[in-house]
């Protein structure tokens, strides 16, 4: 079935510095991908969507410039956590639309702290 | 805009009993989707089960059943036979037929199975 790669599961990063999430569609394009964060015994809260080739569409209250998103192939998109503070240690999960019928295929998530 | 509502923050079954989470939903549209997924310790999102909206016939598969209400905006998931295994938070989530392809995620319901 279709497979969503995420990396790094795990990150630990200082406070100020950049981090990078992948997330790659492994036997299947993904012209479209989701990025959601989760907090803590909370639900799913969607960031922003990207499109291959396009700029990504932030959902509102997302800050656009702290969380940039590439999506620069049919198989990769990338979510960019910069100049990263505490509050933005979470859970970070990637998802594409693999199939109309069956939903989407999520990536196994990032767990970020940043201390 | 579209709303999902889990009123049932936590569920406990009994293992071999049958437990059922709530789900409303709110929207406009005539045809969407439906969907239930799972989320285990490990965070992994799992689909459970979906409904398309057009379709009467009540979805199933193998333990996992849905009572979709149309009219009163009604998805609930039964689970028989419950399972160690199913213990998990499960989420309801609400999709349009169009290109937006957004899920939208109700709060989620933690489920515990005792042995």
């Known amino acids: 079935g279709a497979v969503v790669s995420q990396h790094p599961s795990r990150v630990i990063c200082k406070s100020g510095t950049s981090v990078k999430i992948e997330c790659r569609s492994l036997d299947f394009q993904a012209t479209t991908m989701f990025w959601y964060r989760q907090f803590p015994k909370q639900s799913l809260m969607l960031m922003a969507t990207s499109n291959e080739g396009s700029k990504a569409t932030y959902e509102q209250g997302v800050e656009k410039d702290k969380f940039l998103i590439n999506h620069a192939s049919l198989t990769l998109s990338t979510l960019t956590v910069t100049s990263a503070h505490p509050e933005d240690s979470s859970f970070y999960i990637c998802s594409a639309p693999s199939s109309m019928l069956y939903g989407y295929t999520f990536g196994s998530g990032t767990r970020l702290t940043v201390v | 805009a579209q709303t999902v509502t889990q009123s049932q923050p936590e569920m406990s079954v009994q293992e071999a009993e049958t437990v059922t989470l709530s789900c409303t939903y709110d929207t406009s549209e005539s045809d969407y989707y439906l969907f239930w997924y799972k989320q285990p310790p490990s965070r992994q999102m799992i689909l459970v089960i979906r409904q398309e909206a057009y379709k009467q016939q009540n979805a199933t598969e193998n333990r996992f059943s849905v009572n979709f209400q149309k009219a009163a905006k009604s998805f609930s998931l039964k689970i028989s036979d419950s399972q160690l295994g199913d213990a998990a938070m499960y989420f309801c989530?609400?999709?349009?037929?169009?290109?937006?392809?957004?899920?939208?995620f109700g709060s989620g319901t933690r489920l515990l199975v005792r042995p």
């Open positions: 989530a609400y999709r349009r037929t169009d290109s937006s392809y957004k899920l939208i």
